[in-house]
């Protein structure tokens, strides 16, 4: 075997290998829901919790989305809608549900208010009328999937006492064609790695949909003093600055998850647009950011490796060390489907197959890409602060 056959068999199998322990590290995700599937539910007393509802134009979901959060089995909870200036029937459907259900409040934005972004005036609004420490903050497209939702966040808050803060998943509700089956493993994607950099060393970001937090906390920081002239990215840009590895807990109980209306593609665009500029302003961003690209050029260079490397075999008529490389290749994509479309199955409740893994993982440096460049080239005053 000459030189250079054994540089690039060489370069390859340390490609392979590191690329193969990236795919044993997607399956932390999976041990951690087994995890917290495997737990006893505790008796102890568990806090009251104020869970904070943001609605704007949404008594349609509302009205199928509150009485699944009104009737969580939970010994004390309080549910606060705030309502953003909203044009429909919001307000009379609030009213209506508050006469059957005690623990029902809701607050509005006032439309004269001009000094702070609707989503964080809402939010503010919503957590200094709670009554209780500890907040959960959602929203009104959003619906637990389990009346046992907030027990299992409480029961995680209880497990982690130095906890300030639990971080859950949302996952969209439905997938129909392939642009929403690309968006759902999109958001999947995201997740499991945000959830998987929390476990570890705090979260890096998280949407707001399904949050646990502190009331302390928030105010303690002065709510969102530090980044309130943008008009999106309020609970991101909170969770980053305020996360540490000793005062965040992950919730992945499958009784955890909440399910939110799949976004329309315009719509669901424009948050990757908005998300660019938010993460301009996370804290420890570098840290993730350097391991999120090491993880898209690790896959990068497999790709284009396992290619030259066939590609050098084939030319040197070398039939057996092509096969060999050919069966690593298999070997990877067999390995990275199984650790990725588990966590899926479980996350999702939904099936996906191992060609379609390895088709979304090829496109997510394209989908990033895209994002960045429509950032690159948009007016940085669109993302300022919308009067309101």
Known sequence: ??????????????????????????????????????????????????????????????????????????????????????????????????????????????????????????????????????????????????????????????????????????????????????MRFFRFWQQMLNLNYALREGAYQHDGTNLLYSKELFLSHQGFASHSTLQTGATEIMVNQHSTPHNTAVCLHPESIMEQNMLHRKHWKQDRLFFQETRRHFTRKWHFRMRYAGSVLLHAMWVLSMMLTIGFFLSQKNYIASAVFLLLWLTHFVYQGMKVSKSYQLLENARINYFSVAWFIHLIPFWDTKAWLRHLFTQKRKFRKRYI
């Not at 087994?34 to 509302?62: D, F, K």
């Not at 972004?117 to 809402?122: H, P």
């Not at 919503?126 to 389990?146: E, F, H």
Request: hydrophobic residues 40%; contains cysteine; glycine residues 2%.
């Open 1 to 182: 075997m000459s030189l250079l056959s054994i540089l690039i068999t060489s370069l390859c199998l340390l490609v392979w290998i590191a690329s193969m322990y990236r795919n044993w590290a997607y399956g932390r995700i999976k041990s951690t829901i087994e995890q917290a599937r495997a737990l006893v539910p505790q008796e102890s007393e568990l806090p009251a919790l104020s869970v904070v509802v943001i609605a704007h134009n949404q008594s349609h979901e509302l009205r199928s989305n509150l009485p699944l959060i009104l009737n969580q089995i939970y010994r004390k909870f309080e549910v606060i809608v705030v309502d953003m200036n909203s044009k429909d029937d919001t307000k009379e459907l609030l009213e209506h549900l508050e006469e059957d259900h005690a623990n029902l409040h809701h607050t509005f934005t006032p439309a004269t208010s001009r000094d702070i972004s609707r989503q964080r005036l809402a939010i503010t609004l919503g957590i200094k009328a709670a009554t209780n420490d500890w907040i959960v903050l959602t929203q009104a497209d959003c619906t637990p999937i389990s009346h046992l939702w907030l027990r299992r966040m409480a029961e995680t808050l209880n497990a982690h006492r130095a906890a300030r803060m639990v971080v859950g998943y949302t996952r969209y509700n439905k997938a129909q064609d392939y642009t929403e089956r690309r």
